[in-house]
């Protein structure tokens, strides 16, 4: 059962706690980079072998498979991938930035370029479920960012792609899809391998594999993120309905065992409908199980004297995913500092951003919302500036410069300007 909990009769650490299963997987990821980084190709295929349950014959995926794929989904969920590519275009169009140019001074010119990323990797999960929504979600920025090539990594279960996320690619704008999943695909995205394109950055959550993968091959190439299991914190009064919390608390804890489902309120007799709620939605989930052990693992509902209280939890927390489930939420909206995604009002369930409102889904885990941002169109831009002086406007500032060069010790970098402006002022 969640745990009830009243904001000054427990401990903070136990409020304020991630109870999550920590597994080390750091020396056979390292091995499985390691083996792919040697042998490419063929260790991807004995993964693929030994994990999805076949090796394929090819690891791209052709057009012919894709054509096939989309032929074989009900006609109605490809035209709502459509329409959902459509709303996260809307969307993230209004993040496409352009570089600028200003004179400050006279004869001096500075500014700064944006250019999109020439190849990105699009990790997509297909554990427990296959995910189109993810690939939407990475790819239609990378597309808007201008990126050259977009490539998508999943695994293939039998050497066979799942349709929706084929369906998902050709709608996203993806270049080309590859057959390999886990560890193995994000060392190939990063090194390269005689199929699998060497990239410049890798973006999409994974299992503890795929995380660890990350952060290995963090520095020979990008990443977005260390995802971890998914979250929710919902922030309600006692004018929500706990039946529609409890759904929404489960719409997460369904991922995984390790998710967090977090109600903070200031009504005790919600908090107590609710706790009555889970345990009657729980037995009707097709993954139960694992509904029920993140509820009793990771489930909290935090009771506080008031909302202004149960906002300082939140942010706090600094959820992943935070709903607003109150009389007037667009009030409170202002006051959450630190959420990857606000939910705002009792007909926003939080499905709604996962799928179909437009707003990206891959957000920060693990109280990194506190520094860290949703997936963006500035994920697969990189920014340089350049600067231009006239001769004048060096020999009017050369002498600061020159100066500040010396107080710190480096008289090579002093010496380049005095060298010029001693010549220039003759």
Not at 53 to 59: F, K, Q, V
Not at 96 to 119: A, F, T
Not at 234 to 241: C, F, G, N, Q, S
């Amino acid at each position: 059962m969640i745990k009830l909990m009243t904001l000054g009769q427990v401990p903070e650490s136990e409020i304020f706690s991630r109870a999550q299963e920590v597994l080390d997987v750091s020396g056979p990821v390292a091995e499985i980079i390691k083996n792919v980084r040697e042998r490419g190709d063929a260790a991807l295929r004995e993964y693929a072998d030994k994990f999805d349950g076949g090796a394929p014959e090819r690891l791209e995926v052709t057009k012919e498979e894709t054509d096939a794929a989309i032929a074989s989904l009900d006609p109605r969920f490809v035209q709502v991938l459509r329409d959902a590519a459509e709303n996260i275009r809307l969307f993230h169009e209004k993040q496409l930035r352009e570089g600028y140019s200003i004179r400050p001074r006279d004869g001096v010119v500075l500014g700064q370029r944006v250019h999109p990323l020439e190849k990105v990797g699009l990790y997509v999960p297909a554990g427990t479920a296959a995910l189109p929504s993810s690939v939407l979600m990475s790819a239609v920025p990378a597309k808007i960012a201008g990126c050259g090539e977009i490539v998508v990594v999943t695994p293939a279960r039998g050497g066979v792609v799942a349709p929706q996320i084929l369906a998902a690619a050709r709608i996203g704008g993806v270049h080309r899809v590859f057959k390999t999943g886990g560890a193995q695909a994000v060392a190939a995205l990063a090194y390269g391998t005689e199929s699998v394109p060497r990239v410049d950055k890798i973006v999409g959550p994974g299992n503890a594999y795929v995380a660890e993968a990350k952060r290995q091959v963090f520095g020979a190439v990008a990443i977005d993120m260390i995802a971890g299991p998914s979250e929710i914190l919902i922030l309600a009064d006692r004018t929500a309905d706990p039946e529609f919390v409890a759904s929404d608390l489960l719409s997460q804890a369904e991922h995984d065992r390790n998710a967090s489902a977090v109600l903070v309120t200031d009504c005790a007799e919600l908090a107590k409908a609710v706790q009555a709620q889970l345990e009657r939605q729980i037995p009707l989930l097709s993954r139960r199980e694992i509904a029920r052990a993140s509820i009793d693992r990771n489930g909290k509902i935090i009771v506080t004297d008031d909302l202004g209280r149960a906002i300082e939890v939140a942010n706090r927390i600094a959820p992943e995913h935070m709903e607003i489930y109150t009389a007037d939420p667009m009030s409170y909206l202002e006051r959450v500092t630190n959420a990857g995604s606000v939910f705002v009002g009792g007909a926003t369930p939080e499905p709604v951003g996962d799928y179909y409102a437009g707003c990206n889904h891959t957000l920060p885990t693990g109280g990194t919302a506190r520094f860290s941002s949703p997936l963006s169109v500035d994920d697969f831009v990189k920014k340089s500036q350049y600067m231009y002086y006239e001769p004048s406007a060096l020999l009017r500032e050369g002498a600061d410069i020159a100066y500040f060069a010396h107080m710190e010790g480096l008289d090579g970098h002093a010496g380049s300007v005095e060298r010029r402006c001693a010549r220039w002022s003759r």
